[in-house]
């Protein structure tokens, strides 16, 4: 493609060279350059892009995307005001404008988000639709699955991935947009269909610094939706961002581009839950909706199951679905990766895995889980390093009020000294009654709680779910509890 095509709806400041010139590709990885590539030149929060165009000429750098004044004659430089943000331009125009061609749904909150991809995906394929997922855990094209390494791609593997999608007659794409793509603009461009809000709890404070940034982050997707916005408004979070939504017709100059449509339990809302019974084996409840009402179920157990699958039926809804698609869809759904999953294990004891990683999101799992628990609840958790520091006293104290014993470990301690974050996460425990350990090795921190259950008990292992890794300092090392729990009653025989 030409250079000048690419540059269709970028605002440039200058170039130097020859616009009409070929692009091979595009890319924002010094080390991915081959000749005939656009490098944009990201100045990131570790590395600064610029610092290696010398590099990229070498080899064979056909143009540069900078943001700062760059001296070379050797290749086509344009200057814009923010690299980042002329990214997903230039990778929309690459792709082809993928996104055009499919229906997307961008689903945004701290909890929930995967999850309700995973039963909007069952619901599609009830219908009879190909679709492709997108999110934490992987990217699901057809029958390629790619493991995730973040969970809203950057904006140009992100249009690459469209455009697969495309390429493989996919008709809806679902993705979790998190708050980060949000604010870095990495789905800029994207054109999305339909777009939920599943609720917004402390999370990822160390970026946002405050509550409110967080919700404003996850507010641009709704403004980058053209068909119909979903949102919680059981979540204090959703009703301030519902009642944006509302408004946005009545200034001056504006209309309301995107049809809103509210859901909750707890509030009024335009598709609601009532008759809800939660077991140990799932949930079922009435939906009701302006048209009809219809009993559904699904088999992951907890109240927050109930807002997950009164989300996606919202968006099944929206999209026209009839309730009896919707009906076979949820219940198709057993289980999602790391999420409520319960480990298969030959013991007298429960074993669950869960991603509960912030306040909310552990105290969803557990209250889930003392519904339905006759034993002890035995539950082992960390906090990540490098990450949000307020949330770990918040955690410990939830854990403490709501288990029967706790085991503090060590999540993803990344930078951070694992004992330092421990401490942290035990000062919130100490103002409750409840016992607990603090064992720094999580496989021996595990292996401590298999050893301790008994008959009847639940051991709730918090925090890493579906990732099968644990960052340490200098490190990345395998880590699937899955496959610790399974060595470790190995041992025991």
């Known amino acids: 493609m030409k250079l000048n095509e690419l540059l269709k709806g970028v605002n440039m400041i ?17 080390r991915k350059v081959n000749k005939g590539s656009l490098f944009i030149c ?21 143009a540069f995307i900078v943001e700062k004044d760059v001296e070379t004659t050797e290749a086509a430089v344009v200057k814009v005001e923010n690299s980042r943000a002329a990214m997903p331009v230039l990778a929309s125009n690459f792709y082809g404008n993928p996104s055009q061609k499919l229906r997307l ?27 492709g997922l997108m999110g934490t855990i992987s990217t699901q094209i057809g029958d390629k699955i790619y493991v995730s390494s973040r969970t809203t791609p950057e904006a140009l593997d992100l249009q690459c991935l469209f455009r697969e999608m495309v390429d493989s007659g996919i008709d809806y794409a679902v993705m979790e947009v998190s708050s980060h793509s949000l604010e870095l603009g990495r789905v800029e461009g994207c054109d999305f269909r339909t777009g939920v809000f599943t609720n917004l709890t402390q999370d990822h404070l160390d970026f946002h610094k405050t509550v409110e940034n967080y919700r404003n982050a996850k507010k641009k997707l709704f403004y980058l939706v053209k068909g119909t916005n979903i949102i919680n408004i059981d979540d204090e979070h959703g009703r301030i961002i519902a009642d944006e ?118 105290q969803n799992i557990l209250a889930s889980v003392r519904e339905y628990a006759r034993g002890r609840i035995i539950t082992l958790f960390g906090c990540g390093g490098d990450r949000d520091k307020d949330k770990r006293p918040i955690m410990g104290n939830i854990a403490g009020k709501m288990s029967d014993y706790c085991i503090i470990t060590s999540d993803n301690p990344r930078t951070e000294e694992p004992m330092e974050i421990i401490r942290q996460i035990e000062s919130g425990i100490k103002s409750t009654s409840c ?35 644990q960052i340490l300092k200098d490190r990345t090392i395998p880590f699937d509890e899955r496959d610790v729990v399974d060595e470790l009653l190995r041992e025991e025989v």
């Not at 130097?16 to 590709?25: H, M, T, V, Y």
């Not at 057993?334 to 999101?361: L, Q």
């Open 14 to 30: 200058s170039f130097k060279g020859d616009l009409d010139i070929e692009i091979n590709e595009i890319v924002y990885d010094s």
């Open 245 to 362: 939504l509302k408004n946005l017709g009545t200034k001056p100059g504006t209309e309301a581009k995107t049809k809103l449509i509210t859901y909750g339990i707890d509030n009024k809302a335009d598709i609601m839950a009532k008759n809800i019974e939660i077991t140990s084996k799932g949930v079922g409840f009435t939906i009701v909706t302006p048209e009809y009402e219809a009993e559904l179920n699904i088999r992951i157990p907890g109240k927050f199951s109930v807002y997950n699958a009164l989300a996606a039926a919202t968006v099944a809804y929206a999209e026209g679905i009839h309730r009896d698609i919707i009906k076979e869809g949820l219940s198709k759904v057993d289980n999602v990766p790391g999420r409520s999953e319960i480990i298969k294990t030959d013991t007298p004891y429960t074993v669950i895995v869960d991603y509960a990683h912030t306040p909310d999101g552990l």
């Open 105 to 131: 749904i961008g689903i945004t909150g701290t909890n929930g988000k995967t999850t309700t991809t995973y039963l909007i995906k069952s619901i599609m394929e009830a219908n009879k639709k190909r679709i």
């Open 435 to 469: 016992d607990y350990i603090c064992i720094e090795n999580r496989r021996d921190a595990i292996k401590y709680a298999l050893a301790m259950a008994k008959p009847d008990d639940i051991v709730l292992l918090a925090g890493k779910g579906h990732e099968t890794y």
């Open 42 to 62: 990201v100045s990131g929060y570790k590395y600064d892009g610029h610092n290696y165009i010398r590099d990229a000429i070498q080899k064979g750098a056909a």
